[in-house]
């Protein structure tokens, strides 16, 4: 044709390929694509081509306009759900039968014809909606063919897990774990419309709840978000979750999916490659370097105002630091003691920290337990005296008042703690940070700069020996008492003890002592 209706260009001269069809109404719909350019002959070359092309896709995949209307309108609502979420597109794919399944693969398959082989973008986008296609028609074979028993709601996965996890690790790590499983559930509820089948977990499901956790605020738990839906929590103006936190969270997401797998209730093992590969997306922050307290840092602590005049109104917060310098135990382990673990030892004032009682809580069982005597220092502010007041008014606890929170953290002790030594003028820099566990390192180098030998700075501190033979750690039980009293008498530091106001005379004393 010298003319050809298929040719056709614009105000600019510019020429354009146009391609008409019928759609199910009986509505004309128009195809059109420029050639970018003005020259005749170019452009009919092109144009020829293009419709011999669509003439090949139309016989290819559709002999009926009729038909072809009904695929392209089938393949616009898909790619239109497909823009907004899971759990719109999903009840769509599950609306459409058989007829109109085949009618949707051929239209995308037609249109993966179309693009242009430089154009990647445009067949990636194609390439997804015939993979989830193709994976939707796939699952919802293997969800009719699953019994109901081994395809539980998730919710009822959830219980199944968190009950296994119960029995096996602390309390704190228990916590933890609900509270992200807690997460991960909600995430998915919400991308899934509400509770769902296991077997309906798939790799979509799994990238969406990823892509969203990375965007939740990282005070999400505040009053003022508690009744908002994710995908509100989302669009808010507030810091974003930390990497540290998102990490603990895919980390337990991850614990789960092996446990479903483990249970035989799923078998995509790309679910957890999914959140391997997107840790790395999200590198956690080089962690800074905590070091020990200088000496300036140390008279600043306890030369300060708080200890001179006995201001300090929780006891805690007066015993815990010293007991701390002269142990280098952790402060979840001073919080817990009990009166009982204030002990005679063959005539030595010892402290024992274990797990005795409910409740309580150790990092190893193998070297955090242990006994270590009491400095001479406390004994020389009353310590063995704060015990005896203690025991007098019945209480269990050596402070009753440190209560844990959810996370089984004493965090008021820590918090109240922590601003004390910033008070103090203690600095931190972005790589080495002063906090309450430079007590810790602060121990253990001293003892070395005394040249204690290691297994003796591990007994006392609560480290695992790297000098222990297996036949030390299974059949010698010796508490190395004497080795750690030697130690403890060459632990001093450049403080003036004596000018600490002893404890008897301080605010605690009113406000907790007075009223047990």
């Not at 016989?59 to 616009?76: Q, V």
């Not at 810091?239 to 991850?254: E, F, M, R, S």
């Not at 249970?263 to 080089?286: C, E, H, R, V």
């Not at 201001?311 to 142990?327: G, H």
Request: glycine share 4%; with cysteine.
């Amino acid at each position: 044709m010298k003319n050809p209706t298929y040719l056709t260009k614009n105000r600019f001269s510019i020429y354009y390929f146009q391609y008409s069809y019928t759609d199910k109404v009986g509505r004309r719909k128009l195809i059109r694509k420029s050639l970018k350019t003005r020259n005749p002959k170019e452009a009919l070359e092109q144009a020829r081509y293009l419709w011999l092309q669509m003439k090949k896709i139309h016989k290819k995949y559709f002999s009926d306009s009729e038909i072809y209307g009904k695929a392209m309108s089938l393949l616009a609502r898909y790619e239109e759900y497909q823009k907004k979420s899971f759990s719109e597109v999903e009840p769509f794919l599950d609306e459409i039968d058989d007829e109109d399944n085949d009618l949707l693969t051929r239209a995308i398959n037609q249109k993966l014809e179309e693009i242009p082989k430089n154009n990647t973008e445009s067949k990636e986008h194609y390439f997804e909606l015939l993979t989830n296609l193709i994976s939707h028609k796939d699952s919802n074979k293997s969800l009719n063919s699953v019994p109901s028993e081994n395809n539980p709601l998730m919710s009822e996965c959830v219980q199944g897990w968190l009950t296994h996890k119960k029995t096996s690790v602390k309390d704190s790590t228990y916590t933890s774990y609900t509270q992200h499983i807690d997460i991960f559930e909600n995430i998915t509820n919400e991308i899934m419309g509400g509770d769902y089948r296991v077997r309906m977990l798939s790799e979509k499901v799994i990238r969406e709840f990823e892509s969203l956790l990375k965007r939740l605020p990282a005070n999400r738990n505040s009053r003022y978000h508690q009744k908002l839906k994710v995908k509100e929590l989302i669009e808010l103006k507030v810091p974003k979750i930390a990497a540290k936190t998102y990490h603990g969270h895919i980390n337990t997401t991850i614990d789960f999916l092996t446990w479903l797998e483990l249970q035989g209730y799923i078998d995509n093992t790309k679910l957890k490659t999914i959140l391997q590969s997107s840790k790395k997306s999200i590198p956690k922050k080089s962690a800074s370097h905590r070091v020990d307290f200088s000496d300036e840092d140390l008279k600043n602590l306890f030369s300060f105002v708080a200890y001179r005049n006995g201001s300090f109104r929780r006891a805690s917060l007066y015993w815990v630091p010293l007991i701390a310098l002269f142990s280098g135990a952790r402060l979840g382990e001073i919080c817990q003691l009990t009166v009982s673990d204030i002990r005679d030892v063959d005539g030595t004032p010892c402290i024992d920290i274990n797990e005795d009682d409910e409740g309580k809580s150790i990092k190893s069982a193998e070297s955090s337990k242990r006994l270590f005597p009491i400095h001479k220092t406390l004994l020389d502010l009353d310590f063995l005296g704060y015990v005896e007041e203690i025991k007098k008014k019945k209480q269990t606890r050596l402070f009753p008042f440190e209560q844990r929170d959810l996370n089984m953290r004493f965090h008021y002790a820590q918090k109240q703690i922590s601003n004390y030594i910033s008070k103090c003028g203690i600095i931190s820099t972005q790589n080495h940070t002063k906090t309450f566990h430079s007590f810790r390192h602060t121990v253990r180098t001293r003892l070395v700069d005394l040249n204690i030998e290691e297994r003796t700075i591990d007994g006392i501190v609560g480290h695992s020996s790297n000098e222990r033979s297996i036949g030390m750690k299974v059949y010698t039980h010796s508490t190395m008492m004497k080795q750690k009293i030697e130690a403890m008498n060459k632990l001093q530091y450049p403080i003036e003890f004596n000018l600490i106001r002893q404890w008897r005379f301080c605010k605690f004393k009113e406000l907790e002592l007075d009223i047990l």
